[in-house]
């Protein structure tokens, strides 16, 4: 989907001032922007092929994609070039029941026990089961201050988008960059053009920052932010919470774009201060002055610039085997017809597989298990917003529903507020930090062709651990209100209702 | 007795293979036998299938090369034969190494032996994947590479030189000419294909980049 389709859908549209998409063969150079400053600040070198060689501030790592990073490190015999600057936790492959070890799992174990020896053994701080900071990589960055304007941060994991939210340039690496940021604090790359994603208005009452980048891939496409850094800004964006721009920087590479971030602003400032890692006193005043001289000026020029409306937003939800295909709850799954001719091969495979019929309605759509949880929705107001809907009210029957916080400290700080019993008393299962069924390299996992609620981001054929399981991507609130009812709902039924006992039965499905 | 996902433990035991040394610096010529993998649109999944993506480590991989068609084949593949148990060449035909991106393909191949490959064309990923492990990837005429695949089939124990210099592959008095685009060649040629050592040389840039971070210097954390 390119952006000619854009002028027939109300909540985006072209800015007045006259830009176009630009083909590969143009190349303009985006000037002034946050991303161009920290860009310079942390080059190092040019190397022969035309790349950059990049300084990493930051470089974060998991069980799952630094072991063979560290074999090759030995193997060139080299060590960690800088050790402080590289931080370690254990997410992906944990389980969310017992956490006990050993695992239960054999392999599990054996890359916890590995990832363990090698911190051990290069003096890396790891963040382990019950240290109380264990959790997501990209939860527990920012939540322990790591994360900061500014900063250049690397993880072998594409989510690493999520950083950019501070103003930081922050992007996933595959392995082999994993044992050149290890060995050199730096990494080979290729500038990125810009995109200003330009928002307008406030999001809608029952209307979620998921909701927002959902609605923006659906526009843009799920390849449309390729070669581009994405840039969030605009009132809507301004008034958006941190854990708010996470989420929305998190899936902008499920949008193509490597990297998504927000300029950094006194909402940044206010969630970083008293964070552990964070400047303190004196430092502190020196951070927010440069924190504030890095975003983009009114001098700043962008290689391309988009804009959106959040006000014309509805709760979104994915129909589809990409999270490009998603469409607001009130409407109906396109059928081939309303959609672009390059879309239709992906839409008539996403039919066949999720079992959809082109026109039905996606409120009423029976789910088996609900999932809240991930790096995109797993933080305390992504918990906040769910409880606020299964307060008072019952899981449908025969739904599992569970509920997986991203870090230990955003499950105590749940606790504390009381929403673990929240979700207990309605009948969720309150569970252990990881990555879970986001990913399903741990036990959680759909069976069979089950078919999910789930506050992830990736809703792939076969993403959350059956081959032919179905995923549907939705906020937190959705999720909350899919297993309340049993079936897909408009969570604003639900958030203007008071509670009171839910049906057993999925109601018909509304058409 | 236990059964187990290894092709080796299903072959004739065979000369066990001498390990050479991996990649390193300039990458002038190779030498060495051939194997002949033929088909169009061999996937990364075909040189490593996904179970034993499950993994910490790469160093087991080279074992587990085309692990799935070596079982179904039952030593009779390419690559099993004893003659050529010290195969540097692999001989293969469009669009090798297509599918997932995943590193651990190249990786196998090079744990195999293998030092360079010769084809009519390959996915861009894995050319890539190959380049970063010092492992050119050079193209041929669709009809030079039958005359090759036929060649070593004939004859498994066959030498075969191939010189990145003059991009020409030799064999039995007879030459092939071989096609690399120049960006690739010149790096393998002066040895700068290796990212990370080049990342490393800059070790001075690196520092002076550090020292006018101010998050590293203004406000370090203590
Ligand atoms: S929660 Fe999912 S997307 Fe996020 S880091 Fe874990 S596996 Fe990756």
Redesign the interface.
Known sequence: MRVSCCESRPAVSRPPFGFRLLGSAEVTVSSGTLYDKVWD?????E???GAT?L?I?LHLIHEVTS??AF??LR??G?GV?HPERTVATVDHIVPTTSQARPFADP?AE??LA?LESHCEEHGIRLHGIGSGRQGIVHVIAPELGLT?P??TVACGDSHTSTHGAFGAIAFGI???QV??VL??????IDKLKVRRIWVEGRLPFGVYAKDLILHMIRQLGVKGGVGYAYEFAGPAIEALSMEERMTLCNMAIEGGARCGYVNPDATTFAYLHGRP?A?SRA??E??VA?WQSLASGPEAHFDDEVRFDASALAPTVTWGITPGQGIGIDEAVPTPEQLEPNERPLAEQAYLYMDLTPGAAMAGLPVDVCFIGSCTNGRLSDLRAAAAVARGRTVASGIKAFVVPGSEQVARAAEAEGLDQVFRAAGFEWREPGCSMCLAMNPDRLEGRQISASSSNRNFKGRQGSAVGRTLLMSPAMVAAAAVRGHVTDVRELLLAPPHPEPAQPEPALS | MTTSTSPTSSRPSSPPRSHAAFPSGPIRSVQGQAAVISGDDIDTDRIIPARFLKCISFEGLGEQAFADDRLELAGAHSLDRPERRDARILFVNRNFGCGSSREHAPQSLMRWGIRAVVGESFAEIFFGNCLALGIPCLQVSHDSLVDLQDLSTADPALDFQLDLVTAVLKAADRHWPLEMAPGPRHLLLSGQWDATSQLVAHDQELRATAARLPYLVNFAPS
């Open positions: 600040l942390h080059r190092v070198a190397l022969p092929g060689q300084f501030g072991p063979q074999v090759a193997e060139l080299l070039r392999l054996t890359m590995t900061q500014g900063m595959g392995t082999s044992r050149d060995a050199a604090q730096s990494l080979s890692m400047p430092n502190w020196r951070a440069w």
